[in-house]
């Protein structure tokens, strides 16, 4: 019934993902990102309780996956909009 917002939805998820994976790869705090074929994208960071705390205080949700196993220091963020995914990135260059 609604094949071609679908469609809209996830071309744009798909780009989005792609500016949001470039994008993380150019900031010093990531250490990684993980390969990915969902909407949500697996970096390996510095602190990432610390990074965690820092994007909640600005209204920023992504997952901690500190304690899972393997995860060690890692966040999942979601592919958002544009305008989510660069607010997300100018916070990440703002932290210290």
Known sequence: KNAEQ???WVKTILT????LID???KLSLIQH?????????LVKVENAN????YLVEK?????NRNTVTL???????????????LVLLE???EFR
Request: hydrophobic share 35%; charged share 20%; aromatic share 6%.
């Open 6 to 8: 679908v469609k809209a």
């Open 16 to 19: 989005e993902r792609t500016v």
């Open 23 to 25: 994008s993380l790869q």
């Open 33 to 41: 990102v993980y390969a990915t074929d969902a909407n949500f994208v």
């Open 50 to 53: 610390a990074t965690y705390q």
């Open 59 to 63: 209204s920023i949700i992504v997952r």
């Open 71 to 85: 995860c060690n220091d890692c966040l999942r963020i979601t592919v958002g909009t544009p305008e989510e995914n």
């Open 91 to 93: 916070s990440l260059k």
